[in-house]
């Protein structure tokens, strides 16, 4: 009997006959195996969304969320010193500085939504590096580049605090 005679039968239910396909893999599937797509009928291995793809950062992806986050981060970072001075000069002193954590944490939104909202170790390295790279620059701006400024423990607290806001924001999802 010539193969197009023959029946086709359900890759997960044997004892269904079936003409239906997955769309990406070909394998035959019954409607009760079945998910639907956009694209067509897809076994529920293939409509599976791979683990790789939420992990994994294209290179075009990686340097446009680098540059938003530490875009972001230099921005806020001058917002962030700005309002540290206007409380200081009302007397809530090192207070002020808790404002780092919710500065990191605008710099993980950002760095979430540019991803797509991908997980893994390189989006959290990215969010550190870009909270604390605008923190050094804005920094290094308003020292006028002397690298003295960064001998400053206060903005080492400062970069800590972000990083940990950043990596709470970034993990949190």
């Given at each position: 009997m010539?193969?197009?005679?023959?029946p086709?039968?359900?890759?997960?239910?044997?004892?269904e006959?079936?003409?239906?396909?997955?769309?990406?893999?070909g394998?035959?599937?019954?409607?009760?195996?079945?998910?639907?797509?956009?694209?067509?009928?897809?076994c529920k291995?293939?409509a599976k969304?791979?683990r790789?793809a939420r992990?994994q950062?294209?290179?075009?992806?990686?340097?446009?969320?680098?540059v938003?986050?530490?875009?972001v981060?230099?921005?806020?970072?001058w917002?962030?010193?700005?309002?540290?001075?206007?409380?200081?000069?009302?007397?809530l002193?090192f207070?002020?500085?808790?404002?780092?954590?919710?500065h990191?944490?605008?710099?993980g939104?950002t760095?979430?939504?540019?991803?797509?909202?991908k997980?893994?170790?390189?989006?959290?390295?990215?969010?550190?590096l870009?909270a604390?790279?605008?923190?050094?620059?804005?920094?290094?701006?308003?020292?006028?580049?002397?690298l003295?400024a960064?001998l400053?423990?206060?903005?080492?607290?400062?970069?800590?605090?972000?990083?940990?806001?950043?990596?709470?924001?970034v993990r949190?999802y």
């Amino acid at each position: 009997m010539p193969d197009a005679a023959m029946p086709l039968r359900c890759h997960c239910r044997h004892h269904e006959i079936t003409s239906l396909r997955c769309a990406r893999c070909g394998v035959p599937i019954c409607p009760h195996c079945s998910v639907v797509y956009p694209a067509g009928m897809l076994c529920k291995q293939c409509a599976k969304p791979s683990r790789a793809a939420r992990l994994q950062l294209q290179p075009q992806e990686f340097i446009l969320a680098l540059v938003a986050g530490t875009t972001v981060s230099y921005v806020a970072a001058w917002l962030l010193l700005l309002a540290e001075g206007l409380l200081i000069s009302v007397h809530l002193g090192f207070l002020a500085i808790f404002l780092a954590f919710f500065h990191g944490m605008l710099v993980g939104e950002t760095v979430r939504r540019v991803t797509r909202y991908k997980r893994g170790d390189q989006v959290e390295k990215l969010a550190w590096l870009a909270a604390a790279l605008g923190l050094i620059g804005m920094v290094l701006y308003l020292s006028g580049g002397h690298l003295a400024a960064l001998l400053n423990l206060m903005l080492w607290l400062r970069i800590a605090l972000s990083i940990v806001g950043a990596h709470n924001r970034v993990r949190a999802y």
